[in-house]
């Protein structure tokens, strides 16, 4: 976005004024006097249609430009990128079915979340479709992954009113937040195709950022969805820069994506950034809360991310299978028959003596165990749990294999009996 001090400053005001009414004619018209209303009862502006106080703030930036005064310079970055987002989506055959939506303040914000999405994914390579409403449940956006068997990808966003910028998010709220985004991902994703539950915010600060990170995170680790790939984050933001006495404001999105454990279909997901992106902000940031840039102080934090560890879960104890009949895996030692990196330290249902040690859900399917501490037999889930084609699937006829040392496996990887 041009800084202050650029002379054309006001001109990139008047164009984004006028962009806006051309873009979104019937939502300012609609709103325009409920908003009003909205003022005079002293209704906070996040509360407020988010289109009519953008276009607000541009308007008064322009009016009191001489005096070199930008009222709320980041709502004016962020008029700049929906101007931008609606100028494309607005040619396409499905902005029929979007437009009318626009006029509810929720739905907008929805909306434009969606939209950046599918710019953020666009850019980086992948074919995406927005999916037209129906009276079913289904996701917000589809997604085809780039090579293999280029397969689609099911996308839900969840933008909750918390995350809307202004207010302050407490603990409870995140709780609440992480909940819910589990509720909608079952109810929206379905269970055969893989998909991805996308939460979106506006100006969080990064501790409300890495809360909401730790907390999905944890949750994560105790589901059982093998369809859900993760959990998106991505918060739109304004970046403030000052340079040789030059202001600008530009909106930037982060985009955060927190890997499911028990994710085991065959599409990776890859959540490192491209670092020859030439939009990728590589220089280091200091986030800088608003009332902290009005009055020009700028805080220092130091925020440690807390590691997961795996949970414990207990096997189902059986009886000793007769010869030939299932696909029996033991150790010779006291060591675990199997390892990785995953969130699921699997214990004898008779001693607790950890027979496979983190490794995922489906990493066994159909195995039987014997525990090397106490000779008991354990058995692991079925393999028509699995309703995912998986990255990887190694077969073992039925037979006993002693095994001389611990297997490590990777995630997507499923070992499983005949």
């Known amino acids: 976005m041009a800084s202050i001090e650029d002379e054309d400053f006001e001109l990139l005001l008047t164009q984004l004024i006028e962009k806006a009414n051309v873009l979104f004619p019937s939502i300012i018209k609609n709103v325009k006097q409920s908003d009003e209303r909205a003022k005079i009862q002293k209704v906070p502006w996040y509360e407020r249609h988010r289109l009519i106080v953008w276009v607000e703030a541009a308007e008064e930036t322009r009016k009191s430009y001489q005096a070199k005064v930008i009222v709320s310079p980041w709502f004016v ?38 939209l950046a999405i599918a710019e953020h994914l666009g850019r980086s390579g992948h074919k995406v479709e927005i999916v037209p409403r129906g009276a079913e449940a289904s996701p917000d956006l589809m997604v085809q992954a780039i090579g293999g068997t280029q397969d689609w990808i099911n ?5 909750p009113s918390i995350l809307s910028g202004g207010k302050d998010v407490s603990p409870s709220d995140i709780g609440h937040i992480v909940r819910q985004a589990m509720k909608k991902a079952k109810k929206q994703l379905g269970r055969k195709t893989p998909g991805i539950l996308a939460v979106c915010g506006f100006s969080q600060k990064q501790p409300i950022i890495i809360s909401l990170k730790k907390s999905v995170s944890e949750r994560l680790q105790k589901t059982d969805r093998p369809n859900l790939c993760g959990i998106a984050l991505a918060i739109m933001s304004v970046l403030y820069l000052k340079q040789l006495g030059n202001i600008s404001f530009t909106p930037v999105i982060s985009f955060d994506f927190i890997h499911n454990p028990n994710y085991f279909g065959r599409v990776e997901i890859d959540s490192s950034p491209d670092l020859d992106d030439p939009n990728l902000i590589k220089q280091p940031l200091k986030e800088l809360p608003i009332q902290d840039l009005i009055s020009n102080a700028v805080p220092n934090s130091n925020i440690t991310e807390t590691n997961v560890h795996p949970i414990k879960e207990q096997l189902k104890i059986i009886e000793k299978p007769p010869s030939n009949t299932r696909t029996v895996m033991y150790s010779k030692g006291n060591f675990p028959i199997m390892d990785g990196k995953g969130n699921i330290d699997f214990l004898c249902g008779n001693c607790q003596f950890v027979v496979a040690k983190k490794i995922w859900k489906r990493s066994l399917m159909n195995i039987v165990t014997k525990c090397p501490s106490c000779g008991t037999y354990n058995e692991f889930c079925s393999l028509s749990d699995a309703e995912m084609p998986l990255v990887g699937a190694i077969a073992i006829e039925k037979g006993e294999y002693p095994l001389d040392r611990t297997v490590h496996t990777k995630r997507g990887i499923c070992t499983f009996g005949r």
């Open 77 to 114: 970055a962020e008029l700049k990128w929906m101007v931008e987002i609606g100028s494309k989506w607005c040619i396409k055959p499905i902005w029929k079915e979007i437009e009318p939506s626009l006029v509810n303040s929720t739905h907008f914000t929805h909306t434009m979340s969606k």
């Open 155 to 159: 996308i839900e966003v969840y933008q």
